[in-house]
């Protein structure tokens, strides 16, 4: 499964590209908003610290003005994924970008029906968002596993199933156990998934029982 991460905090993005672990970057308005900074700048920056897809979201919701910031946001790099969300206008857009080789990730995905049609679209990822379905009491993770079900059934399908709105590991360890294509992680997501207490307690004390050795490896 590859790891994305969800943000637009260029130190952020930084800080955890040098784990090696990064295959690539999700961004929104909600995200770019929070960063007070300027969009395309900031997606040029991210795409030259992450070589992996960044998916860099259109702000309008026509088809015509979708396309133009569709087309704008793939010459930034060669690496930008456009994201659209899902409705006929950003359906519409999706095909009229992958038709012409632009990768693009149909987000606000809440159903295996819209899931069906992002994959009619051509769409290069569908976003369906488990942490706000698990917010109103329905069930995310089977959503995801509903969807993987229905692509596997047709070999025609290139869709890849970006898990998104992950709330924690939990979601992680249910998506790799279904065989989700991506999943995007918010980076304090990725920084739990690190931790256990007994590998630090374990730590602890191989590193003061080799003090007593009195050795050095170097
Ligand atoms: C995905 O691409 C979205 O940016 C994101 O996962 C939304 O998550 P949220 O529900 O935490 O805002």
Known sequence: MKFFIDTADIAEIRELAATGLVDGVTTNPSLIAKTGRNFLETIAEICEIIPGSVSAEVAS????TMLKEGLKLAKIAPNVTV????????????KALSDQGTEVNVT???????????AKAGATYVSPFVGRLDDIGEDGMGLIGDIIEIYA???SITTQVLVASIRGPA?????????????????????????HPLTDKGLAAFVADWAKTGQSIL
Do not use: E, N
């Not at 919701?61 to 015509?64: A, G, K, L, P």
């Not at 994201?83 to 857009?93: M, Q, S």
């Open 61 to 64: 919701t026509d088809f015509d």
């Open 83 to 94: 994201k659209v969300p899902l409705t006929p206008a950003g359906l519409k857009t999706c």
């Open 108 to 118: 606000l995905c809440f159903s295996a029906a819209q899931a069906i049609l992002a």
């Open 153 to 155: 059934s047709y070999t």
């Open 171 to 195: 979601h992680v360890i249910a998506a790799a156990k279904m065989g989700a294509d991506v999943a995007t992680l918010p980076p304090a997501v990725l920084k739990q998934m690190f931790g």
